[in-house]
């Protein structure tokens, strides 16, 4: 990347969200797109199971719906859910257009989607590529990118921060661009565009375990904080319940949709113990089983405890989870005829960034979209599948909301160039790699599954502490992608604990023992900047 670099629309994140955002742009925009990493090596390329749709005869809209609802515990916008289930089948279809090759009834391949059920559904309506739908979609979405001439992809860049009127000075409250860090380099440019697309997923690596891969230290909801944008509900962070615990595989999700399938949850003894907590049993929502888990674990003292689908035919396990089988396989384990050790990981981020039903963020020019947003779709608790769901839909509908505005906006003034005049190279890399490690060790301590006022307060001290450290760090030394990302993720953490101790009752993924009851009105956690101050 140059020093100086325009362009329409910039996107931020290459996951689902991002990357059909871009192609639905790309042939009336100039799109740049920056990824972290690789162009695919986000959390989209790792989902399992796949995406939530009504296309059953036997499913309605609306008992997909009310499923929703019921996942998210009081607190899922009505109009947005329904808004986005109805969007469903026609984002579908546009990613089988696209070459998505979901799985079938029959083997052909021209036949009716095979569709599966998962925790929480009342129907099987998950649309899946086998047991790979995240690779199958990102690799799609990611061949088409490449291939459009209107879309500029820059790979290994970082998104340090969001330029706005505000903070040069300027008489406009509005989002002009961002400074971002080629990773190859070690050089800043900054991207000035008509409009700035926040698409870089959650913030789960705030957590000592979790599904995700490296890069989700919650950049866009940090970088819309400082921008001065709001953030609801951080307090609900999803944990998965079966990740798979092998030192080698410590990012390993086993699909929700394993149990969908009939398998069960076991202690060491071999005994079932879920419907001692709901009777759903294994396809209980995801936080009453993680909580259950967790639950047993503590109780008996146990690293771990096993998730068992051997009792199936060997042949149809085989077939309907062909990665999970052999991944697994590569590390000792044969689903087919023993269980699998797995605990409960932190997963995905249910709050975010605030956005309108169009992904308009507080600040104008600026758009959230995917996990780093919260729209109002997952209330207290993701219902399984909707994530990528939600992905399709608002990208869709900001897109279209951006191609709307296109043709009136015009592009920014030449930005300022990167400052580096006052700040030396680190001679202390060790202090990233320390309040990395400490600040996830905090997390997991205290903010986990279950929490308490004593564990939060906790947490909020050395949280603070941490963010100080970082602080003046990066004041005093040129940026690196670690420090970025620490920087980032502490803020984070931070709002998370803020939110989670502004909410004095248990709802959902949040659960105190302080408060073990759940209120009678359910309300968002909503924190604002002081605008007045830069961040």
Known sequence: MNDQFECDVLVIGAGIAGLSLALRLADSARVGVVAKARLTEG????????????????????????????????????????????????????????????????????????????????????????????????????????????????????????????KLGLPIERCLGAYILDRSAGRVGAVRAKFVVLATGGASKAYLYTSNPDVSTGDGIAMAWRAGCRVANLEFIQFHPTCLFHPLAPYFLISEAVRGEGAHLRLPDGSAFLERFDSRAELAPRDIVARAIDHEMKRLGLDYVYLDISHKPAAFVRERFPTIYARCLELGYDMTREPLPVVPAAHYTCGGVITDRRGRTDLEGLYAIGETAHTGMHGANRLASNSILECLVFAAAASEDIARELPGTLLPPALPAWDESRVTDSDEEVVISHNWKELRQIMWDYVGIVRSDKRLERAERRVELLREESHEYYGHFRVTDDLIELRNLVLVAELIVRSAMQRKESRGLHYTLDYPETGDRPADTVLVPDRGQPH
Do not use: K, M
Not at 47 to 53: E, F, H, S, T, V
Not at 87 to 108: A, M
């Open 43 to 166: 959390s989209s390329l790792y989902a399992q199971g796949g995406i939530a749709a009504a296309l059953d005869s036997q499913d309605s809209i609306e008992a997909h719906v009310q499923d929703t609802l019921r996942a998210g515990c009081g607190l899922c916008d009505e109009e947005i859910v329904r808004l986005t289930v109805e969007r469903g089948p026609q984002c579908i279809e546009w990613l089988r257009e696209l070459g998505v090759p979901f799985t079938r009834v029959d083997t052909v391949g021209d036949g009716t989607f095979h569709l599966t059920q998962e925790g929480g559904h009342s129907h099987r309506r998950i649309v899946h590529a086998a047991d790979a739908t995240g690779r199958a979609s990102t690799t799609t979405l990611e061949r088409h990118a490449r291939d459009h001439p209107s879309i500029r992809l820059f790979e290994n860049h970082v998104a340090i921060d969001l330029i706005t009127g505000r």
